[in-house]
């Protein structure tokens, strides 16, 4: 990726300013203004990040669900690190729902909260396996009442696994999304999944929150946005209040 090349592209398809400006989030021009926003913004990323895939390693539905159970408060390089041992020795859902949970802590400590986590993994696979044939539940209510699956979880395995309408909101889309004025001041997740479900396209928003995880990892990062090599600078509130 040429990042200061393709920001001379990607700005010449899309260069509307910033209008969303801190105002009432229900008043129809400002929801206007974001989503007019939110669409330059997509457009300029699909650009800048044509593959919109999961950073998480994964084969089967039943894996990710383990794979974002781990990634709490851990690296998805860790987590990825961590998830074949796992699966070397109990390879199944079956496998996993039979397993003591102390055993399956012992494999996935080095990602941090190993108690609560591998207790959380043992009781979701006893589910998948009793309740539904070893399968992950294709509804988000379902797939909200499993152990140790909350919102964004949820809304990954609905995106990247039934392809259905997602908004991921991790710490990536939630700092991007405040920096860029897509949202005001909003930093939990609920409500920055809300007020996006307003103006993102459903069918943009799982791959949109996978390009903010690339965005965030490359240009914008958290200590420091490189804003000067960044395809948003002009549509930006952030970016645009650092270079102008
Ligand atoms: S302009 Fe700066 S703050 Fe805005 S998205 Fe780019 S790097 Fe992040």
Known sequence: MNSRQSTATSQSTATRPNTARRSSKDDPADLAARRELALAVIQRLKAEYPLAECTLSYDDAWQLLISVRLAAQCTDARVDLTTPKLYEKFPTVAALAAADPAQIEEIVKPCGLGHSKARDISACMRILHEQYDDRVPDTFEELLALPGVGR??????????????????????????????????????????????????????????????????????????????????????????IIS
């Not at 991921?168 to 930093?187: A, P, Q, Y």
């Not at 997740?189 to 479900?197: F, R």
């Not at 791959?207 to 490189?226: I, M, N, Q």
């Open 152 to 241: 964004k979880s949820a809304n990954l395995i609905m995106g990247d696994v039934f392809g259905k309408p997602a908004i991921v909101t991790d710490t990536h889309c939630i700092r991007i999304s405040n920096l860029i004025g897509l949202v005001d001041d909003e930093k939990q997740p609920a409500k920055v999944e809300k007020a996006l479900w307003k103006i993102v396209p459903p069918e943009e928003g799982n791959d949109l929150c996978h390009r903010f995880v690339l965005h965030g990892r490359a240009v914008c990062v958290a200590r420091r946005p490189r804003c000067a090599q960044c395809c948003l600078s002009d549509i930006c509130r952030h970016g645009i209040a």
